[in-house]
């Protein structure tokens, strides 16, 4: 299996070192090494990706176009926290830029360097869910 990952949507949840930590270690100098566990393991933890940061695919698969199984889109509020998109989403930024994602996570909280997208500013200027 190979594992991708794309910084600029991470939201840092920590969900993929919890899930696997053997394979996911941020102490390690390549923090991902998808060899040390079985690959249904490793797709399994990065399905829990709540960004869209880490995708995976098995070798020899070419990577798959965004989209869910049946192409619905559900979108959960995390409380405190970002929309959680699962499902084919394009966004086009203001500069024009398309960005094709089966999961992501939008911005609450206005903080976000990374707009539309969640960067996980949410955390450390005091977000709160409306009540």
């Known amino acids: 299996i190979v594992v991708t990952f794309d ?9 993929c ?3 696997l930590p053997e394979v996911f270690d941020v102490n390690e100098r ?3 090494q998808p060899e040390k566990a079985d690959a249904a393991a490793v797709a399994a933890a990065v ?12 070798l020899g ?3 798959a176009a965004a989209a869910s199984a049946n192409g619905e889109v559900t979108v959960t ?12 989403v394009v966004v086009e930024r203001e ?4 960005v094709e994602k089966a999961t992501c996570s939008f911005c609450r909280c206005g903080g976000t360097k990374n707009a539309p997208f969640c960067d ?7 977000f709160r869910s409306p009540s």
């Open 120 to 126: 996980g500013t949410h955390n450390s200027n005091g």
């Open 47 to 58: 399905a829990k990706c709540p960004s869209g940061a880490l995708q995976a695919r098995r």
């Open 30 to 32: 390549r923090w991902i």
């Open 95 to 98: 500069n024009g830029e398309v």
């Open 61 to 63: 698969e070419r990577p």
């Open 7 to 15: 910084p600029t949507l991470c939201i840092h949840s920590a969900i």
């Open 17 to 19: 070192l919890r899930s």
């Open 77 to 88: 509020v995390r409380q405190n926290g970002p929309l959680i998109v699962r499902g084919r």
